[in-house]
């Protein structure tokens, strides 16, 4: 098996390196010859408080809680986004095995003492990715005027069943349809085989027209539809918690949580630095 080969960037242009010219070399001069943003290097001042380890709880649960709180309150846009990143491991040549990283935009629908919870298809490449490399990351950022952010590492675990159908009957019916219908991270021919599986989703469960095609979806909200099995819930362990405070001058206030994921999950196990 020969090694692993990333996919060429600007594919579209068939661009390839001249005669006794490595590949290397002619992509660093695409990038340098691209106009520079200068709007990148321009930052503002942050002029928060403080942070004081004195000033910390025992629980990183519990400050993660508080600054959510204090991000809905500043009226930051959807606190409850998140970034996962996620390792794909592949095996290049001499047995060596590389983890190439992924990362995207999930929702925390759920937070309790032992992680963070969020949804998804369990076909998609985030959760291919976890079952077969359940170790993951997750980031907060909240933006002005907190200038914060919670980065988040640790091991996920499926969600039992029962678990992911009583969230899953919480969502708006056209999500429920939505979610047997599309074949998440999968090539599909276009927009209209994507209809058309939703339409055989809502006529196999004689709801059409719920997942609002062809106008306003019918009020019918209560009808009660299985949780594909294909879909469900995935709780991320931390066993370290980070929270980042913008300063004045780049001098950041920085504490992180560790904990064993052996050790119990009592917050007296935390360690704080």
């Known amino acids: 098996m020969t090694d692993f080969q990333p996919p060429a960037l600007f594919s579209s242009s068939e661009q390839r390196a001249p005669s006794g ?9 695409d990038f340098s010859s691209a106009k520079p943003l200068e709007s990148i290097t321009t930052h503002d001042q942050y002029h928060n408080a403080g942070l004081s380890k004195s000033d910390l709880p025992r629980s990183p649960i519990s400050l993660f809680h508080a600054w959510f709180e204090e991000a809905k309150k500043a009226n930051i846009l959807a606190p409850e986004t998140m ?63 907190l200038h914060r952010s919670v980065r988040v590492c640790g091991k996920a675990e499926k969600l039992g069943t029962e678990e992911s159908q009583a969230y899953f009957d919480t969502r708006p019916l056209g999500s429920r349809i939505g979610a047997h219908a599309s074949p998440q991270s999968q ?38 539809i299985p949780v594909p099995e294909y879909w469900g819930g995935w709780r991320v362990i931390p066993d370290e918690i980070e929270f980042w405070l913008g300063r004045e001058n780049r001098l950041h206030d920085r504490f992180r949580y560790t904990r064993s994921l052996e050790l119990s999950k009592d917050a007296a196990d935390d360690t704080v630095q």
């Open 83 to 145: 970034t996962l990143s996620t390792a794909s491991l592949v095996q290049g040549s001499q047995g060596i095995t590389h983890a190439r990283p992924s990362s995207r935009v999930v929702l925390l629908k759920t937070l309790d003492q032992r992680g963070f919870i969020f949804f998804t298809n369990y076909s998609s490449r985030k959760s291919r990715e976890l079952q077969s490399n359940p170790w993951c990351s997750l980031t907060f950022y909240y933006d002005q005027p």
């Open 21 to 29: 010219q490595s590949s290397s070399s002619a992509a660093s001069k």
């Open 187 to 224: 090539v599909i021919s276009g927009r209209r085989e994507l209809e058309e599986r939703v339409q055989s989703v809502e006529h196999r469960y004689e709801v059409p027209g719920a997942a609002g095609l062809h106008g306003a979806p019918p009020p019918d909200e209560g009808k009660k």
